[in-house]
């Protein structure tokens, strides 16, 4: 009896450990995503009562409403309603929020990816998680965020007849990313505007043996070549004028001994690559210095790879 109790208990219920996300990767844009350490915590519970409960702790607290447009019900649903033939049933869901939203961290995907992915652990895991991504895709738009999300790693993410795919890689050796998070949000639908439709044939040239060169370099150990092989021409010089101190920013985290620094995501994040060896503080303050210098105040997390993606915990 105690057995069959814990049983149903566990199929009501279920507490979701998402990864935060950094993608384009500099010059893998729309292509090349990463899960870091920093991490939220949502647990969904089925309750006998209709409707939607919510309840925020951290980032999005003052915001965040019970609806079903929201990305974290709306998931959810999209799972539970497909497998369990849209029985009706009601929500709460307890969020602890630590990734920024906004700011080019992957917030709305890991809101999409906890919902996707609760629903199916309570689903009795009726999708796999390549099925997850194709509907994570779906919703979001582009896979380059929900894939490391769902995966772990860094991902490099394509669309084959309107189907996401994802290849999963580790880097041969660590590295630590440094995430310095400016007060300032950037809307994703601001930072694609400000992308031309056409580039010139060399600036594709370009990103594309920097794309290429970057996950060599990865897979290969040879950390000397990340310098360049982060560098882009597709996206960021596009998007400087809405990070203001952007390209000082960058100089002061390579002057500290960071390999190089990219716009996470659309931004306003800015994300410095390292050697673990690296003195990570440093480069942190000097990039934290360089935006107070354009009167920005930012916050900052020294981060890790994370391997696993999303999991319930």
């Not at 069959?4 to 009501?12: L, N, R, V, Y």
């Not at 029985?87 to 920024?100: A, C, D, F, Y």
């Not at 906004?102 to 895991?125: Q, T």
Request: charged share 20%; proline share 5%; with cysteine.
């Amino acid at each position: 009896k105690i057995a069959s109790w814990h049983k149903e208990i566990a199929m009501k219920k279920v507490t979701i450990q998402v990864p935060a996300t950094s993608a384009n990767c500099g010059p893998g844009f729309d292509t090349l995503g990463l899960a870091c350490t920093l991490y939220n915590e949502v647990t969904y519970e089925i309750t006998e009562a209709k409707g939607f409960k919510l309840q925020v702790t951290g980032e999005g607290a003052e915001y965040l409403k019970p609806y079903g447009r929201n990305l974290a019900f709306a998931s959810f649903l999209r799972v539970w309603n497909k497998v369990k033939n849209n029985e009706r049933i009601g929500l709460s869901v307890t969020m602890k929020n630590r990734i920024p939203m906004s700011r080019g961290l992957g917030s709305s995907s890991s809101a999409i990816v906890a919902g996707l992915y609760a629903a199916n652990c309570l689903c009795d895991n009726y999708y796999t998680k390549e099925e997850l991504l194709d509907i994570a895709t779906e919703i979001e738009g582009h896979p380059d965020n929900v894939a490391p999300a769902l995966l772990g790693g860094f991902t490099i993410s394509y669309m084959e007849e309107g189907k996401a795919h994802s290849l999963r890689l580790l880097p041969v050796k660590p590295l630590k990313f440094i995430a310095v998070v400016p007060d300032s949000k950037l809307p994703t639908f601001l930072a694609r505007q400000a992308i031309p439709e056409s580039v010139p044939h060399k600036d594709a040239v370009y990103n594309t043996s920097r794309a290429s060169l970057l996950v060599g370099a990865l897979l290969s150990g040879h950390y000397e070549y990340l310098e360049s092989a982060l560098e882009d021409k597709l996206h960021q010089p596009y998007r400087a004028h809405l990070i203001p101190g952007l390209q000082e920013v960058f100089n002061a985290a390579k002057e500290h001994g960071a390999y190089n620094a990219i716009i996470s995501g659309a931004g306003s994040t800015i994300m410095a690559y390292a050697d673990p060896a690296a003195d990570c503080e440093g480069i942190a303050q000097a990039m934290v210095k360089a935006f107070a210098a354009q009167g920005e105040h930012c916050c900052y997390h020294i981060l890790d790879l994370d391997s696993d993606g999303v999991k319930a915990i």
